[in-house]
């Protein structure tokens, strides 16, 4: 058996997209599903990449579940860390979008966010084999917000230190997930001391540090290998062993920001697997690694869902080939 390099650890849901831009929750007319879910549209993101990438999280036994699980299959997610829960639906999101692209969060129809099966992951159900043959381990921090998938992310760190897998945060915070928005600063802030690599937006470095200096946040933090702070279109600015800079964001015609970040986030991590982290001290190696990122996250956001917007490798090169040209 073929072991993924990459586990991403959490959420797997379906993003509701408003078809119409520009209107209040109760104007929308009509709604378009994609499977999205940050560290699942991370995964999925790798496998386009070439990058064996695995899933871990849990869905509903219902059709939406299945549904969710044959999306990862095809794309050629390593699914054997997700757990089906036989009571608990699979998640449904709800997304506005405004002119541009931008998009913001309108709940979960009728259920509390607690109700789904993404917040009962099981801790004792996640297998240690993946971690005896993964490298790297990407989390986000929604998981935080329950009981049982906290406990989850607990177990999930406990084994990547047991096997020196490499952990990477995401903070992808979202306010409406949690039922006290309140308790998320000090629990995320727990996590980052077992962390080697943060990418948060801008608006996230703000809230959690006071700032968006990719290097200040390093020195808080103290243990971390490398930070990057996405800004949009501002571009992105990162401290990576100590090498520190700022790369200007690709101009591209924005169809959908859903995902973004995960393809961000996910062409970064393949370059982390092509160049390996005792190669990241070469000043001349960190600016290319961040570029090829940005430009995957870049090209993600071209077309709707999260997902489905994907670049493969080839694409990337040939957009990276056209703007150096």
Known sequence: MTYPRVLCLGEILFDCLADQTKVSLEEVESWTAYPGGAPANVACA?????????????VGGDELGNSLVQVLQEVGVDTTGVQQHPTAPTRQVYVLRNEAGDRSFAGFGKLDTAEFADTRLQAAQIPEVLF????????????????????????????????DVTIIVDINWRPVFWANPDEAKARIIKLLKKVDFL?????????????TDAGAITYRLDSVEGVLVTGGEKGCAYCISENEGKIPA?????????????AFLAGFVRQLCKHRIKNLADPEIIPKIVTYASAVGAMSVMKPGAITAQPTAPEVEAFLYLYKN
């Open 199 to 211: 990418k948060l937006s801008d608006e996230e470095a703000e809230w959690l540090f006071g700032t």
């Open 132 to 163: 005896q043959n993964a490298e790297f381990l990407v989390l986000g921090t929604l998981e935080l917000a329950y009981a049982e998938s906290r406990k989850a992310i607990e177990r999930a760190i406990e084994l990547a230190e047991v096997y």
């Open 250 to 262: 690709f101009k591209v015609d924005v169809e959908d920001t859903t995902g973004a970040g995960d």
């Open 46 to 58: 790798l496998v386009k990449l070439g990058t064996a990438a695995g899933f871990i999280g849990a």
